[in-house]
């Protein structure tokens, strides 16, 4: 399985019927509880002073990030996503709150596209390491465009969610999609992201997830 099909499987998993649903969840009850957790160590970092700074959002579904740092001051935010799908119920979305000439849609697997965007000042990766076979090569190109804050969503070692991912992969094999969720090990991620000069200034966990931040040091 290449990456590429991994993530025409992703386009076709995460569909657009999927991603309206999670958006009237949005609308009901407000980001997920691992979301909120990733974002809090931003906000109470930054206070007020958000304010025109750049988001890059990895993976970023129905646009909730986007939404709720835009609300907190971010200048502009580029969100990339593998769906096809997601992206059409985000933008639509984003026309509805009056956000277009401020977010900026690219589809694709953001490790073929990095050459092509910009870095900025938050980078954010929610629910999405699991979600992509090559972990090193995914954060080390994302933190690449990380100049200040770098902060992902992804699930607990535990043998219950070990349990569960290999009942999901058997499934997805099953429907003969090249799809796969993967459990990579928490503290080889940490090493990985302070291998390259960040603290973690925020740690967070719910029964499935754990929520990191992390800050770029000053060189």
Not at 130 to 135: I, M, T
Request: aromatic share 10%.
């Amino acid at each position: 399985m290449t990456c590429c099909n991994h993530c025409q499987g992703a386009d076709e998993m995460f569909s657009k019927k999927t991603a309206a649903r999670e958006l009237r969840r949005y609308h009901k009850k407000g980001p997920n509880k691992s979301t909120r957790l990733m974002l809090e160590p931003i906000r109470r970092q930054e206070s007020e002073n958000l304010e025109g700074k750049t988001l890059l959002d990895i993976g970023g579904g129905i646009g909730a990030i986007s939404f709720e740092l835009l609300k907190n001051g971010i200048g502009k935010s580029t969100h990339i996503d593998a769906s096809t799908g997601y992206l059409e119920v985000s933008q639509k979305e984003a026309e509805e709150r009056g956000l277009s000439d401020r977010i900026t849609y690219r589809f694709g697997d953001f490790t073929d596209i990095d050459d092509d965007l910009e870095p900025a000042d938050v980078v954010t990766l929610d629910r999405v390491v699991c979600c992509y076979p090559d972990r090193e090569k995914l954060i080390g190109k994302s933190l690449d465009k990380a100049l200040k804050y770098y902060g992902l969503v992804y699930p607990r070692d535990r043998m219950g969610t070990r349990i569960a991912i290999a009942i999901g992969n058997l499934w997805f094999k099953l429907r003969r999609s090249d799809f796969r969720t993967y459990l990579h090990p928490p503290e080889e991620i940490d090493r990985q992201i302070q291998s390259k000069g960040f603290t973690r200034i925020g740690f967070s966990r719910t029964f499935i997830w754990e929520a990191a931040v992390y800050r770029r040091e000053a060189t």
